[in-house]
T-cell receptor, first 113, second 113 residues
Framework: DVKVTQSSRYLVKRTGEKVFLECVQD?????MFWYRQDPGLGLRLIYF???????EKGDIPEGYSVSREKKERFSLILESASTNQTSMYLC????????????FGEGSWLTVV | GNSVTQMEGPVTLSEEAFLTINCTYT??????LFWYVQYPGEGLQLLLK?????DKGSNKGFEATYRKETTSFHLEKGSVQVSDSAVYFC????????????FGKGTHLIIQP
């Protein structure tokens, strides 16, 4: 069965902390994505990656970075968390051959206090 | 740039009512169009998609037709059930999904017994 796993469902971090959100997919997908979801704003693309060590900025990359050292893992990093980064973060992946079939993880709720 | 506009929610209907959720888009070229559904506490699941004009996507009794002339992709279902209560997102991808999706803000659907 298809699976995108986000390591933490709920996190509470302090302002200024460095935060790592981890995502692993077991489908050998080339493409991976990070979105944030906010009420009234829908989902917005932060970063995506189409191969190991490759990354592309999405619509709202400011304040975030990513790492893709292995094909199955895509990490989102908040270098210095701020309260306006309190949000739901969704990871997704897809196969290069069928890029429009995208699988999402269950999401990580991050609260920055 | 690309954008998706969908009707504001929440939309509240009685069981067995007819459902329409409007979605219009702005994009260059001929994007692929999608409807995703998010049940409470879960990630997004692909509901249906259409990749070219006049295509009809369908799944679980839901349908949407890609209308290039009106740049629309309205979601319909003839008879809704309580289990259809969820948030529905319209989305597009100019590149077929490889560079991520642009989402609408989401429509919260509530079906009352």
């Amino acid at each position: 069965d298809v699976k995108v796993t986000q390591s933490s469902r709920y996190l509470v971090k302090r302002t200024g902390e460095k935060v790592f959100l981890e995502c692993v997919q077991d489908m050998d997908h080339e493409n991976m994505f990070w979105y944030r979801q906010d009420p009234g704003l829908g989902l917005r693309l932060i970063y995506f990656s189409y191969d190991v060590k490759m990354k592309e900025k999405g619509d709202i990359p400011e304040g975030y970075s990513v790492s893709r050292e292995k094909k199955e893992r895509f990490s989102l990093i908040l270098e210095s968390a701020s309260t306006n980064q309190t949000s739901m973060y969704l990871c997704a992946s897809s196969r290069r051959a069928t890029p429009d079939t995208i699988y999402f993880g269950e999401g990580s709720w991050l609260t920055v206090v | 740039g690309n954008s998706v506009t969908q009707m504001e929610g929440p939309v509240t209907l009685s069981e067995e009512a007819f459902l329409t959720i409007n979605c219009t888009y702005t994009a260059t070229g001929y994007p692929s169009l999608f409807w995703y559904v998010q049940y409470p506490g879960e990630g997004l699941q692909l509901l249906l998609k259409a990749t070219k004009a006049d295509d009809k996507g369908s799944n679980k009794g839901f349908e949407a037709t890609y209308r290039k002339e009106t740049t629309s992709f309205h979601l319909e279902k003839g008879s809704v059930q309580v289990s259809d209560s969820a948030v529905y997102f319209c989305a597009l991808s100019p590149g077929g999904g490889a560079d991520g999706l642009t989402f609408g803000k989401g429509t919260h659907l509530i079906i009352q017994p």
